[in-house]
């Protein structure tokens, strides 16, 4: 069986307070794209151990763990013994901000529920997800959301156009980790989410160019100065909705116009990775 994991992109990032337990609370817009990952399952003898590999040499441990996690999880709730073989193939950059971790375990884990035809609930199932990772509920829904909390209050937005998007991804990668040591609480406010939603619901590129914004944006650009270059080179190429997406270090460009992102594609990006794609249309797996 095979599992599209789709990218994500990041329309707003309100980094919110501090808890306890060292996290803080988000307040963020997020979109899937068609760019994904795909996830092929399957399962083996139960006296096999279940095994995650990759096309791609450079995937990051994290990115496997957050598999074999899904996969331990989902046992822990649902008590089943089958073991798998997971082989990731690889089209989403890494330490992007684009999601490709969080977005593997959540393919897993509809694929675990397929593969086993398991009799689930929405709430258990987030819950699991949340267990994994911040993002992985979000990625379960695959949906455009306003997300709250530390991931697991999930709110859909109707999209009236699915933009399209250039992608360009720096050599430089970010941990989010990394990213969140150097952000700055004290310069951190919270903005209203308001007018980036309403934009996304009437279509309307030139206001959420206008009042799109990402918190983590400054302390990534510390840690990865190419990042402000190419939001430059994308803002002279005469595009307007322009923002680095989650932590980093990628950075979009949302626009009608294919057309205009290819052109823009093709032109003093040497050097980095450069993906055109699309926003997902709300279809089937």
Do not use: W
Request: net charge neutral; charged share 25%.
């Amino acid at each position: 069986m095979i599992i599209k994991a789709h990218a994500k992109l990041n329309l707003a990032i309100n980094v919110l307070d501090k808890q306890d337990d060292g996290f803080h609370k988000l307040d963020m817009v997020m979109v899937p794209l068609d760019l994904h990952d795909s996830i092929e399952i399957t399962k083996v003898p139960k006296s096999f151990d279940t095994l995650v590999t990759c096309d791609d040499f450079d995937l990051v441990n994290g990115e496997y763990n957050l598999c074999s996690i899904a996969v331990n999880k989902m046992r822990a709730v649902y008590k089943f013994e089958d073991k798998f073989r997971i082989h990731i193939h690889k089209r989403i950059p890494m330490s992007a901000g684009l999601g490709g971790g969080s977005s593997n375990a959540a393919a897993v884990v509809r694929g675990i529920i397929l593969l086993l035809k398991l009799r689930t609930n929405e709430a258990d199932i987030i819950d699991v997800c949340r267990s994994i990772g911040s993002d992985v509920p979000f990625f379960f829904k695959e949906m455009p959301c306003r997300v709250q909390g530390t991931g697991e209050v999930l709110t859909p937005i109707n999209v009236k156009r699915p933009f399209y998007a250039l992608i360009v991804k720096p050599q430089t990668g970010l941990s989010t980790k990394e990213v969140f040591n150097r952000f700055d609480d004290s310069k951190s406010k919270a903005k209203s989410l308001a007018p980036i939603i309403q934009a996304l619901e009437n279509g309307d590129i030139s206001m959420l160019a206008q009042h799109m914004f990402n918190d983590l944006e400054p302390a990534a650009i510390s840690l990865c100065p190419e990042i402000s270059l190419i939001k430059r080179t994308l803002l002279e190429e005469g595009l307007e909705a322009v923002m680095m997406t989650g932590s980093g270090s990628a950075v979009f460009a949302l626009s009608e116009d294919f057309d205009k992102l290819e052109k823009a594609a093709k032109h003093q990006l040497k050097g980095h990775k450069v993906l055109l794609t699309k926003l997902k249309e709300n279809t089937s797996l």
